[in-house]
């Protein structure tokens, strides 16, 4: 069971950046769906962005151009680099390892809290 945790959240202003971090308790090498969620309060959980396969990515509309996903196989590491934040980027993330080509599935992080002030 690959155990998941995040970092790197906390309070920013707007336009400001962050970088997320998960940590894996092992190899991500050979887990091609991974991705991250977030949740704001009193909605549902949404996906942020996503590896589709080993190279490919894709991105909510909302933070198309904004946030960068990526990966270190050699660390075990999944990141989330996020640049002019929002106060709508307001939310617990979370870090999801799914399960084949499928991410909302499989293992989940316990969730970074990040919160945007404008």
């Known amino acids: 069971q690959v155990q998941l945790v995040e970092s790197g959240g906390g309070l920013v202003q707007a336009g400001g950046s962050l970088r997320l971090s998960c940590a894996a308790s092992?190899?991500?090498?050979?887990?091609?769906?991974m991705a991250w969620f977030r949740q704001a309060p009193g909605k549902q959980r949404e996906l942020v962005a996503r590896y589709t396969s080993r190279d490919r990515t894709n991105y909510a509309d909302s933070v198309k151009g904004r946030f960068t996903i990526s990966r270190d196989n050699g660390k075990n590491t999944l990141y989330l680099q996020m640049n002019s934040l929002k106060p709508e980027d307001t939310a617990v993330y979370y870090c999801n390892a799914g399960i084949g080509d499928f991410t909302g599935v499989g293992y989940w992080g316990q969730g970074t809290q990040v919160t945007v002030s404008s």
């Open positions: 092992e190899s991500i090498f050979s887990i091609n769906a």
